[in-house]
Every structure is written in C-alpha cells, then in structure tokens.
C-alpha cells in the first residue's frame, strides 16, 4: 500500500511519501476489507489538510491515497457539478441585459429524441432555470436538469472550455440516464431566454460538436447484460464520460476556495454565484421548498455519501457538506469540501469506489449498501475524528460558509 502526498495536486502525481493518510487508512478496521484489495475494488482517494494562518488564509496539504489521472472510473453525476459552474459562468460572459441565472431558459429542439422544455413544475412559478436546475442537481442529483444545462453548453464548449482552465483529459460525450447515440449526443437544442412577458433576451441556435474524440480503452469486469443476455466479455466504458477524481476534486476547489488556485483554473462568478452554489451544494433536499422533496424518500443524507452514506434521519445542523455525489454501475463517488460549524473543523475528501464483486454489469446487482455506503460513511468518519484531535495553530473562521437555510 502506498500514498502519495503534496502541496497542490496536480495531473501529474508527487514522489510517494509516507502521511497521515496512509496510516489512517491502515489503522481503521472497517475500511481494512476495500483498502487491502484496493485495485479490485478501483479504489482512490484524496484527502486535503486546511490549515489557516493569522489573517485566515487557507493552506492545502493534499494526501492520495492509489490515485492516477488515467485510473479510470464511470463519473456518473459528478460531472454535474461542473456543468453547473460552467453554465453560470457562462450566463456572465452572455453579458446580455436581463439574463442571469433566474430568468426563464426555453429548451427547443432540432434534431431527433431533443426533448422540448417551455416549463419546469417543480419550479414555484413553473419557470425553467439554470438556478432552478443547480439546485435541482445538487439537491437530488436529477438527471433531467442536468441535461438541460449540457444542452445550454453544448458537448464542444463544456470540454473546451475545462481544458481551457486546465482541467486535462477531460471528455465529457453524454447526456445522463438517456440512451442516445454519439451524433445525437453531439447535437444540441436551441436555446432562448425570455423575460417574465415572454418577450426574447437572448437567442442560442442548435450546436454541433465536430471535434474528433480520442481513442480509449476502458473496459471493467467479466460481463455484461445486454437486454435479458447475458455477454461473458468486459463492459466497455470507453465511448461514455470521463473526468479524473483529481479534477473534480480540484474543480470543487476552485470553487469553495477560489483564491487559492490559479487565476486560469477558477469559474467566472459573482460573489451572489458563489453564495448560491454554497446553498445549494450544502442544503438537505428537506430544507426545499421549490423544489419540494418527499423526506421519506429524499432523506437529509440522500446526496452525502461520506460521513454518512445511506444514513436515514435527521442530521446534526453544525456539520455541512458541500459536495457532488454520483452513482452508476457499481461506481459509487462522492467529491466533498466539508465545514463543522461548532468544532471549526473543515477538510476535503474525495473519492470513489467500485462497488461491483461478480463482475457483471447492467444487472442492478451492486454491492452499494454493503460495501459501498458503509466504507463511505466510515472512511468520512475516520477522517473527521482525526481532523477533531489533531492540533492547529489557528482555527478558521468559517463565516464564508455559513448559510441561512431557512431563507
């Protein structure tokens, strides 16, 4: 077993040094079953130390633990969160007057299976948004509006524009939980913003990506279902998204700590973006009331894996986690800047795991409530204890993150 650690993770990996992590990992019993055959169950983590100055200043200590940027995972909706930073960023660069991020976005369509979108009922005023469908995605994680922002950003701009800012090998080529085919996946809706009187602001024609996708090979298991057959050869990944674990643990990053990082690698927000996404990545779907969510369902640790993966009940309100879950053929992921109110205690914790022991896939046999969520919860666990005891020259002041939830 080895680590790796590092001021600032990169995409290329630091030399391999003992650290806090490692030992955790090793010491902690229920998490000795997935650490020990790492490799098997596609395991990798990430772990960052804040530690703060006098003047409150943010210093990063990061801590891998069997991470390389080509390991690959399925990044199922993780890779909402940065369609939802990049669609506000692009709201600010429209610079057009009256649209941002409330007003009422038309969803047209000009190619086969585009889905059209003139309202959203789960908005109180049955208006489409991109501030409805952020919340929408980080609340519970919906699929439906997560596709509506992929659609506003089209395939060729959302990767561009993330490797633009550095995030490499980043390619993103679906849609989420709809079968399509590549050129349907690379065509896009018309897009159109209206005021309150339908009257047209701005006006988005269908796009197109030409851009040539590169060659993979990602392939995971020992078979697969397709319908009711069964096929004995590995699931082939290599045509469906992909988004390493250090980039979306860095693009977190440039959002909750965005002075922190380079000028070229943060999101183009307001100070009122980034209080939004704040409310939005550390709400409960419950503290909802458009949209409103079914509490029996849509439990306060529905979308927190780590700390408390399929926990039901009421959390502790000191705690808040500011994160982005994703879950799909036995990948489980969770991508978390974490904050205790009460113990001014914060860290980040990223990571995913492979939940998936027969091997086969498309058969909804997956190991998440046995492996998955209990070694998530546990390892969030593991990691909060020791950031508890462990010694700090300054604590931080965390009023940055505080939210009223009840606004």
């Not at 996708?213 to 009711?228: A, E, H, L, T, V």
């Not at 943060?266 to 909802?288: A, H, K, T, V």
């Amino acid at each position: 077993m080895s680590c790796n650690s590092s001021r600032k993770i990169s995409n290329t990996l630091p030399a391999p040094q003992a650290n806090v992590l490692d030992r955790l990992l090793t010491n902690e019993p229920s998490l000795h079953r997935v650490v020990s055959n790492k490799d098997s169950f596609n395991l990798q983590i990430i772990y960052t130390r804040i530690d703060r100055n006098a003047n409150n200043k943010p210093h990063f200590t990061d801590y891998t633990f069997n991470v390389t940027p080509d390991r690959y995972f399925y990044p199922a909706s993780t890779v909402k969160m940065p369609f939802a930073f990049l669609a506000l960023e692009k709201l600010n660069k429209l610079k057009k007057s009256g649209v941002d991020k409330f007003t009422t976005m038309i969803t047209d369509s000009s190619y086969e299976k585009e889905q059209v979108i003139y309202s959203n009922p789960m908005a109180e005023d049955c208006r489409p948004s991109v501030a409805h469908y952020i919340k929408q995605i980080f609340l519970v994680s919906d699929n439906e509006a997560a596709n509506r922002l992929y659609e506003f950003l089209g395939q060729n701009y959302l990767n561009a524009r993330l490797i633009r800012k550095g995030y490499k090998d980043v390619d993103i080529r679906n849609r989420l939980n709809i079968a399509l085919t590549e050129k349907q996946n690379r065509h896009t809706n018309p897009v159109s913003f209206v005021d309150t009187s339908g009257n047209m602001l701005y006006q988005q024609p269908a796009q197109f990506n030409t851009t040539a996708f590169k060659i993979r090979n990602d392939k995971f298991g020992r078979g697969f279902y397709r319908g009711s057959a069964l096929i004995n050869e590995p699931f082939d990944f290599s045509a469906k998204n992909k988004i390493s674990l250090i980039n979306l643990h860095n693009i977190l990053r440039a959002v909750i700590f965005p002075g922190s990082v380079p000028a070229k690698r943060r999101f183009n927000l307001s100070n009122n973006d980034y209080r939004f996404l704040y409310q939005c990545m550390s709400s409960w779907p419950g503290e909802s009331e458009y949209p409103s969510y079914d509490t029996a369902t849509y439990h306060d640790a529905y979308a927190k894996f780590l700390m408390y993966g399929s926990e039901k009940g009421t959390l502790p309100g000191n705690i808040r986690i500011f994160n982005k879950i994703g879950d799909a053929y036995g990948f489980l992921t969770d991508i978390a800047y974490i904050a205790d109110f009460e113990k001014r205690i914060e860290f980040m914790l990223s990571c995913t795991i492979l939940c998936n022991t027969d091997g086969i896939f498309n058969d909804d046999n997956y190991d998440y409530e046995t492996i998955g969520f209990p070694f998530m919860k546990n390892l969030g666990q593991v990691i909060y204890n020791y950031e508890k005891q462990r010694t700090r020259k300054h604590r931080p002041d965390l009023s940055r993150f505080l939210i009223d939830y009840n606004r």
